[in-house]
């Protein structure tokens, strides 16, 4: 069992749940419906559970990849057209006006935060917003060093737009994406000073993984990148042919006078860009542990349906340990996850978006700032001191009915943890960093703990009993609870003592 789990499970007892049913039934029913909405998505309300309980898991994954969608159900941010200042241009302005668009900008990013958690919280289909959240931790960008945020919105739009579509066609899609054009440097790869940046991590990172190409590959490559710049009038992709390198070039053993585009289908057509693909997508969906074997047959459909997405979920989503309720398959929610998941299940509103993006960036996932080119690490990681206290924190907070001010000094290093005052100066004088600070003091979702506990057959100021206390935390965990709530509890208690228990933090 993965060290972060164990830290997570630390009071679990060593055979929670024994040995896994022979043969599940027909049906999804209640436990499985909600481990597999949870994987797929974020921790689902006990009425959409009731739903798709009555759902073979062949009919779940048709159901789920039936309503996935290319765009979000929220109108965009009201700035998301806005043009923006050319890098000449702001070279060329006085300092009090430099310091002013970055301070816009880093408000522009703050609402961008928000307004894809209340997308995630809302969404008809959380299968979408998963995708484009794994994406976006795949082909990592940040605004830390693109600096616009109405790109990292557009970014945003592509990766829905591609999210459950064709890999191929977003691969090529996100290579001209002026955000990663910024952030890789792709605007600085000349014929005469080509800049190996985006050569590298295209290969590393984004198709083949380490270990499947050498250094003079890199080197190749980056010469077919030259050129590729940006429009400063129109923010968008151009290729400049006198910045080109039109000479012959070899790519993983391939020999022509190559282009970017050139490059990109020759790592499509390396079988290792297929099974790199297929292990990160199991790992964020069905377990801990992929089996080579069978990431190996899917990554073989997926090259052979031409990277299509859609088919290769199929096969993943049809694995059995994505529903199979066992300790060993348990994967750690991300922050993102965890909040989102908790305002689905019961039922909440995001009370303030912006607070809301500062206490998630604090536990360690600042949305459209991953810590660096490889993004967020995931898994284990998730779990660390530090940030389980900050999701511990965030939970008690969520359900309480008065929720208790941050103090003075709890505010600072919470904002230097998130990094969100880092898009600016982070001296507590400047105004960005006093709205911070205002806007971490506020109550970040809205829980009706009442409604919540009556859906699972609770009452708040009643004792749960015995009975109704396993079913609570049936109706809200994944696996059963390392400390079962009392049965003398009240049922407010008891919903926090099942919400804060270590197992919430698994789906």
Known sequence: MPSAIRFVLAFVASAVLGAAAAQPPTALGPDR??????????????????????????????????????????????????????????RAMGEDARKQERRKQARYGLELRGWWLQEMATTPSPLTERLTLFWHNHFVSSQKKVRYAQLMYRQNVLLRAHAAGNFGALLHAVA?????????????????????NFAREVMELFTLGEGHYTEADIKEAARAFS??????????FVFRPRL????????????GAWQGDDVLDILLAQPATAEFVVRKLWLEFVSPRPDPERVGHIAQRFRESGYEVKPALRELLMQPELVQRNEDNALVKSPVELVVGLIRQAGGEIAYPGALSIRIAAMGQNLF?????????????????????ARKQFLDGALSAAPTPMKPGEIQPMLERSAVAG???ADPARPFVRQLQALARLPA??????????????YPERVVGAQSARSLAEHLLVLPPASPAAPDALGVDALRAIVLDPVYQLK
Do not use: C
Request: proline share 7%; no cysteine; glycine share 6%.
């Open 176 to 196: 001209r994406d002026p955000a990663m054009l910024i952030y890789l440097d792709t605007v600085t790869n000349r014929r005469d000073a080509p800049n190996e």
């Open 369 to 389: 700032a991953p810590p660096n080119v490889r993004g967020w690490p995931g898994g284990d990681a998730w779990i660390t001191t530090q940030s389980l206290l």
């Open 445 to 458: 979702v809205q829980i009706d703990a009442s409604a919540w506990l009556k859906s699972a057959g609770a």
């Open 423 to 425: 898009d600016v100066e």
């Open 33 to 90: 419906a909600r481990l597999f909405l949870t994987r797929t998505g974020f921790a689902p309300s006990e009425s959409e559970v009731s739903l798709w309980a009555q759902l073979t898991q062949a009919q779940a994954v048709e159901r789920l990849l039936a309503d996935t969608a290319k765009v979000a159900a929220r109108p965009a941010p009201a700035w998301a057209d806005e043009a923006i200042v050319k890098p000449r241009d702001l």
């Open 227 to 236: 050129g590729w710049s940006l429009d400063p009038d129109r923010a968008t």
């Open 244 to 255: 080109h390198d039109a000479r012959e070039k070899t790519v993983l053993g391939r020999r």
